[in-house]
């Protein structure tokens, strides 16, 4: 498989909308299957977090910015 170009992944991530995203919670990799958006040359993603409850996915991200986004078709 040859490497994708600028332009092909831009419409990678245009045409699909389902990934994994993977983080490092302290020294553990945590990979979470999510859905995305992209437009403007941005990523975004909705997480849902209550007040009262400590995210996951929040507490993996505030403990290491460092983030993969696998896409698959």
């Known amino acids: 498989m040859k490497p994708l170009?600028?332009?092909?992944i831009e419409q990678v991530l245009?045409?699909?909308g389902l990934g994994v995203l993977?983080?490092?919670e302290k020294t553990?990799?945590?990979?979470i299957p999510m859905s995305f958006g992209y437009g403007d040359?941005?990523?975004?993603?909705?997480?849902?977090?209550?007040?009262s409850?400590?995210?996951?996915?929040?507490?993996?991200?505030e403990?290491?910015?460092s983030a993969?986004?696998?896409?698959?078709?």
């Open 5 to 8: 170009g600028e332009e092909q």
């Open 14 to 16: 245009v045409d699909n």
């Open 22 to 24: 993977s983080l490092v």
């Open 28 to 31: 553990d990799p945590y990979g």
């Open 41 to 51: 040359g941005m990523i975004s993603f909705m997480m849902q977090r209550e007040e």
């Open 53 to 61: 409850s400590e995210s996951r996915k929040m507490a993996a991200f």
């Open 63 to 65: 403990s290491n910015p």
């Open 68 to 73: 993969c986004l696998t896409v698959y078709e």
